[in-house]
C-alpha cells in the first residue's frame, strides 16, 4: 500500500485537539475546500482525494513559484491522494471514515461519477455533506454560482455601494468564506446526531442559503445601528448611512468612529470641549445624531490635525470606540496580530509566507495547520490515526438535545451563536438583568421586542439575575456547576472581574465547555478595546477594500455587519467540537474567537501575496485565458442590475453565443466587450438575461432585494424560510428555517423571551429549587421574573 502525501511536519502539539480521531475524506475543489480546513484545525484527519495530475484549484489565484496561494490557504494540515472515485480504493477509505465532504455539481458527471447519494446508502454510518451552490432541488438547481452571483441573489449586493452609484461589489470572496463555516458547523452538527443515534446521513448543503445566513441575513438579527429595524424593511435603494459608523480624515489617514451607548456620546461630547450645540440630552439618542448635519463636520474638525495614533489613544482615554483604517500591509503588522502570533510562516517554493494560524484558540493555544502544503501521492492509501471512542449522551432528535448552555452573548455575535445551538436542540438560557438588557431588545419603531430580537434569540428561555450582587453571583456559580455550554461575547476580563475566570469555571465544573468572542481577541495589547464590526473592519484592512475603483475614500461598508454572523458560527464550531471532545475524554475546555483573525483569514491570499512581493518575490496571476466580462451590469428598469461571471474561455464563448454576437469571441477589447453586453442586459429585465445566461452555463444572478428573496422560487423549493410569531409582535416574522436538508429535525419555533421570563421554571429545572425558594429570590432582587 503507497503512503500518502504528507504534509510537512509542524511544531509539537501538546493540544489535544477536540476532533483527533475523526476521519474526514474530502473530493473539494475551490474556496469551499475551507469548509475541511477548518476540520483539520482543530484535529481532524482530512484525506483530500484529487484527479490524476492535482485539482483544478492548484492551478488558481495568485501563484507564487507555480504554486497557488488560495489553495495552500484552504489545505493546510491536509493530506492528498490522486485516485478517482471509481477506484475501489475510494469505497475502502470511505469505509474507515467518518464524514465524506463533495462538491460536486448536480447533473454533472462528475456528481454521477461520485454518486453521494449512493455512496451514503452503501455506507450507512457515514455523513455525506453534498456543497452545491443552489442545492440538490429545485429550479436553480443547475445554475452556477461566483461570489458576485451569490451577493447578488441573496440581498447583500443591493445594500452594498452609495447613492447615485452602481452597486459595489464586495471584496475579495467573503460569501464563500462565511458559507463554508456555516457548512463546517452543519457537518459537526450532523457527526454528533450519527454519534448519538448510530445512523449516517446525506446532507444537502446549498452554498446560496449557507453564505446568506453566515454573511449577512437579511432575515436575521441586525447591528446595533439598526436600532432593532430589519433590513427588509430598510428602503430600496442604496442610501447613504456613513453617518451610521463615521470615517473622518485625520492627519495621516482616516479614522472610524462607533459612538452607539450614550455613555460614548457623553465621552465624545467631553472630548469635544463640551459643546453647547450639543449639550442637551436629546443627543444621547442615535437618531438625534444620525439626524444631524452639523454633528460629523465638527468631529471631523477635531481630528482633521491628528494622527492616527492620537485619535486612537485620546479615543480610549475618553472611553470612544474608534480605529484607524489600515490597508493589509499595515493590518497584518498591527500590534494585536503580531503579539498573538495570528499567522504563521509556510514554506511556499522555498519561500516563507504568512498564513493564519487557525480560527480559534482552544484551551489557550492556537488550533492552527498542523502541517503544510499537501502534495499528492498515487495508489490507496488508509488513514493513519486510529478512531476515536466516544462516549455520546443517548439517542435523540437532535444533535444538543439535552445539553444546558448559558448564554451570556449580546448584540450580534452573542445572539447567533446562542441561537444555533438552541436551534440544534439544547436548552439555551439568555441571562440578562434589567439593569444592563441586551441593547437589541429596543427598537427605533417603537416596537414592544425589536423584529431582529425575535429572530436573533428564538428557541431560547430567559433569566434575569444580578450578577452584582454576591447572591446573584453565587447563584450562577451553581448554574454553572450545571451547565454543559457558557456562551459570552464580552470584553476580555468582564466575566474575570465577577468572579467567573476561566480557572474559577473549570474548577466549578470540569466538564463545561466555555466559548468566548471577542472584537481582537482573549489576550494581546489589543484585548480589552472595545469592538465593533465596523471597527474590526477597519483594523484588519476590509474597509480600505470595500471602495470603488480609482476611488479611495468610497467606503462603502457602513450597511454589513460582517463580520459577526460568521464569527457566530466560528464560535459554534468551537462549541460543538469541544462537546466531541467531552465525549471522548470527559473533560470541557475552552475556545476563543478573534472576530478580526477571523475576517483576516477570509483574506489570506491576498495577505500572502503582499508578503512576498514585499519581500522581492515575485507573485503571478495564472495566464489568463480570455475571461470577458465579469461584474455588474444595468437591466431594463428603475435601479435594476445583473451580476455576469464568465470565469474562463468556454464561458465567454457561450456567453457571446448566447447574444447572439460570435463576433465577440475574438474582439479583444475589454471595454468593447463590456459596452455589448450593457446594451444587451440594458434591453431586458435582470431575470431574463440571468436565466438565459444561465441557461448557457454562464454565472449570472439578478440582484435581489431582502425583502424579494422569500418570493423566490428557489428558496421556496429548498424551504429556506418560514413564518415565526412573537406575542408583542402583531404580524408573523420571516426567519431562517432548517440550514441544509437532512434527516436532522428542523428546528423548533418557540419565541424569543421576555426579560426574565423563565426565570422560575430555568431554576426549577436547572438547580430543582421550591417555588418558595425562588420567591425568596425575586423578593430580595437577585432574579427578576417577567410579570
Known amino acids: 500500500m503507497a503512503a500518502v502525501s504528507r504534509p510537512v511536519a509542524g511544531e509539537s502539539d501538546a493540544l489535544d485537539r477536540p476532533l483527533a480521531g475523526v476521519r474526514v475524506v474530502e473530493c473539494v475543489s475551490g474556496t469551499m475546500a475551507h469548509t475541511a480546513r477548518l476540520l483539520a484545525d482543530l484535529g481532524a484527519e482530512v484525506i483530500r482525494v484529487e484527479p490524476a495530475g492535482g485539482g483544478a484549484d492548484r492551478r488558481e489565484g495568485p501563484m507564487l513559484g507555480g504554486e497557488s496561494l488560495s489553495f495552500a490557504a484552504a489545505n493546510l494540515g491536509k493530506r492528498a491522494v490522486a485516485m478517482a472515485v471509481s477506484d475501489p480504493g475510494f469505497d475502502a477509505l470511505l469505509a474507515a471514515a467518518d464524514i465524506l465532504i463533495e462538491n460536486s455539481a448536480p447533473g454533472s458527471d462528475a456528481h454521477a461519477a461520485l454518486d453521494p447519494a449512493g455512496r451514503a446508502a452503501r455506507h450507512t454510518g457515514l455523513v455525506v455533506v453534498s456543497l452545491s451552490d443552489f442545492g440538490q432541488v429545485g429550479p436553480w438547481r443547475t445554475w452556477r454560482a461566483s461570489d458576485p452571483v451569490f451577493h447578488a441573489l441573496t440581498g447583500g449586493l443591493s445594500r452594498s455601494g452609495l447613492p447615485d452609484r452602481a452597486p459595489l461589489l464586495p471584496p475579495g470572496e467573503l460569501f464563500l468564506h462565511a458559507a463554508a463555516t456555516q457548512a463546517a458547523v452543519i457537518t459537526l452538527a450532523a457527526f454528533i446526531q450519527r454519534l448519538r443515534d448510530g445512523r449516517g446521513d446525506h446532507v444537502d448543503v446549498a452554498l446560496v442559503e449557507a453564505g446568506m445566513a453566515a454573511l449577512d441575513p437579511g432575515f436575521g438579527i441586525a447591528g446595533s445601528a439598526q436600532s432593532g429595524v430589519p433590513l427588509w424593511k430598510m428602503l430600496r435603494g442604496r442610501f447613504d448611512e456613513r453617518h451610521r459608523y463615521p470615517i473622518v480624515a485625520c492627519a495621516?489617514?482616516?479614522?472610524?468612529?462607533?459612538?452607539?451607548?450614550?455613555?460614548?456620546?457623553?465621552?465624545?461630547?467631553?472630548?469635544?470641549?463640551?459643546?453647547?450645540?450639543?449639550?442637551?440630552?436629546?443627543?444621547?439618542?442615535?437618531?438625534?445624531?444620525?439626524?444631524?448635519?452639523?454633528?460629523?463636520?465638527?468631529?471631523?474638525?477635531?481630528?482633521?490635525?491628528?494622527?492616527?495614533?492620537?485619535?486612537?489613544?485620546?479615543?480610549?482615554?475618553?472611553?470612544?470606540?474608534?480605529?484607524?483604517?489600515?490597508?493589509?500591509?499595515?493590518?497584518?503588522?498591527?500590534?494585536?496580530?503580531?503579539?498573538?502570533?495570528?499567522?504563521?510562516?509556510?514554506?511556499?517554493?522555498?519561500?516563507?509566507?504568512?498564513?493564519?494560524?487557525?480560527?480559534?484558540?482552544?484551551?489557550?493555544?492556537?488550533?492552527?495547520?498542523?502541517?503544510?502544503?499537501?502534495?499528492?501521492?498515487?495508489?490507496?492509501?488508509?488513514?493513519?490515526?486510529?478512531?476515536?471512542?466516544?462516549?455520546?449522551?443517548?439517542?435523540?432528535?437532535?444533535?444538543?438535545?439535552?445539553?444546558?448552555?448559558?448564554?451570556?452573548?449580546?448584540?450580534?455575535?452573542?445572539?447567533?451563536?446562542?441561537?444555533?445551538?438552541?436551534?440544534?436542540?439544547?436548552?439555551?438560557?439568555?441571562?440578562?438583568?434589567?439593569?444592563?438588557?441586551?441593547?437589541?431588545?429596543?427598537?427605533?419603531?417603537?416596537?414592544?421586542?425589536?423584529?431582529?430580537?425575535?429572530?436573533?434569540?428564538?428557541?431560547?428561555?430567559?433569566?434575569?439575575?444580578?450578577?452584582?450582587?454576591?447572591?446573584?453571583?453565587?447563584?450562577?456559580?451553581?448554574?454553572?456547576?450545571?451547565?454543559?455550554?457558557?456562551?459570552?461575547?464580552?470584553?476580555?476580563?468582564?466575566?474575570?472581574?465577577?468572579?467567573?475566570?476561566?480557572?474559577?469555571?473549570?474548577?466549578?465544573?470540569?466538564?463545561?465547555?466555555?466559548?468566548?468572542s471577542s472584537a481582537f481577541g482573549a489576550t494581546g495589547p489589543w484585548s480589552r478595546r472595545g469592538g465593533y464590526g465596523p471597527l474590526v473592519r477597519c483594523s484588519a484592512g476590509l474597509s480600505k477594500l470595500w471602495v470603488y475603483p480609482a476611488d479611495p475614500a468610497s467606503f462603502a461598508d457602513a450597511v454589513t455587519v460582517y463580520p459577526d454572523h460568521v464569527a457566530a458560527r466560528v464560535g459554534a464550531l468551537g462549541a460543538l467540537a469541544l462537546l466531541i471532545r467531552r465525549m471522548r475524554t470527559g473533560a470541557g475546555g475552552r475556545a476563543s474567537v478573534s472576530q478580526m483573525e477571523v475576517m483576516m483569514a477570509h483574506l489570506a491570499p491576498q495577505f500572502a501575496a503582499r508578503a512576498a512581493a514585499a519581500a522581492g518575490v515575485e507573485v503571478t496571476e495564472p495566464e489568463p485565458e480570455r475571461t470577458g466580462v465579469w461584474g455588474i451590469y444595468p437591466a431594463a428598469g428603475d435601479d435594476e442590475w445583473v451580476v455576469v461571471t464568465a470565469r474562463d474561455e468556454a464561458e465567454w464563448h457561450a456567453l457571446a453565443r448566447a447574444i447572439d454576437r460570435d463576433e465577440l469571441i475574438d474582439e479583444p477589447d475589454p471595454a468593447a466587450r463590456d459596452a455589448v453586453l450593457i446594451a444587451w442586459t440594458s434591453a431586458r429585465t435582470a431575470d431574463e438575461a440571468a436565466a438565459l445566461l444561465q441557461r448557457a452555463g454562464v454565472p449570472a444572478g439578478r440582484m435581489l432585494r431582502v425583502v424579494e428573496l422569500p418570493e423566490q422560487a428557489q428558496f421556496g423549493a429548498l424551504g429556506t424560510f418560514r413564518h415565526a410569531t412573537h406575542p408583542l409582535i402583531a404580524q408573523p416574522i420571516t426567519v431562517e428555517a432548517a440550514p441544509a436538508r437532512s434527516r436532522l429535525a428542523a428546528p423548533e419555533q418557540r419565541p424569543a423571551p421576555w426579560l426574565g421570563e423563565h426565570s422560575a421554571a430555568v431554576l426549577a429545572d436547572w438547580l430543582a429549587l421550591s417555588d418558595a425558594e425562588i420567591a425568596a429570590l425575586a423578593a430580595a432582587g437577585t432574579i427578576e421574573i417577567a410579570a
Do not use: Y
Open 252 to 516: 495621516d489617514g482616516h479614522v472610524r468612529l462607533c459612538i452607539m451607548a450614550p455613555r460614548q456620546w457623553r465621552g465624545m461630547w467631553e472630548w469635544m470641549g463640551r459643546p453647547e450645540a450639543f449639550a442637551g440630552p436629546e443627543w444621547e439618542k442615535l437618531q438625534t445624531r444620525f439626524r444631524s448635519p452639523d454633528l460629523i463636520p465638527a468631529i471631523a474638525a477635531l481630528l482633521a490635525n491628528k494622527t492616527r495614533a492620537e485619535v486612537e489613544a485620546e479615543a480610549a482615554a475618553h472611553g470612544v470606540p474608534a480605529a484607524a483604517l489600515l490597508d493589509l500591509d499595515e493590518g497584518i503588522a498591527n500590534a494585536q496580530v503580531v503579539a498573538r502570533g495570528a499567522f504563521k510562516p509556510v514554506s511556499m517554493a522555498g519561500v516563507a509566507v504568512p498564513m493564519p494560524d487557525g480560527a480559534l484558540e482552544i484551551d489557550g493555544q492556537r488550533a492552527g495547520p498542523g502541517g503544510g502544503v499537501p502534495t499528492p501521492s498515487e495508489g490507496a492509501v488508509a488513514f493513519d490515526h486510529p478512531r476515536g471512542h466516544w462516549t455520546p449522551p443517548p439517542a435523540a432528535d437532535r444533535p444538543l438535545a439535552g445539553l444546558k448552555v448559558l448564554d451570556m452573548g449580546v448584540i450580534v455575535v452573542g445572539a447567533e451563536t446562542g441561537r444555533l445551538l438552541a436551534d440544534l436542540g439544547a436548552d439555551v438560557v439568555k441571562v440578562e438583568n434589567g439593569a444592563f438588557p441586551d441593547g437589541q431588545r429596543q427598537s427605533r419603531d417603537n416596537a414592544a421586542v425589536s423584529i431582529t430580537f425575535a429572530a436573533g434569540h428564538r428557541n431560547k428561555r430567559g433569566l434575569s439575575i444580578d450578577l452584582r450582587a454576591d447572591a446573584g453571583q453565587a447563584l450562577f456559580a451553581r448554574l454553572v456547576a450545571e451547565a454543559d455550554v457558557l456562551l459570552s461575547n464580552f470584553k476580555p476580563g468582564t466575566l474575570d472581574a465577577l468572579g467567573f475566570a476561566p480557572d474559577r469555571l473549570r474548577a466549578l465544573n470540569p466538564r463545561l465547555v466555555s466559548v468566548d
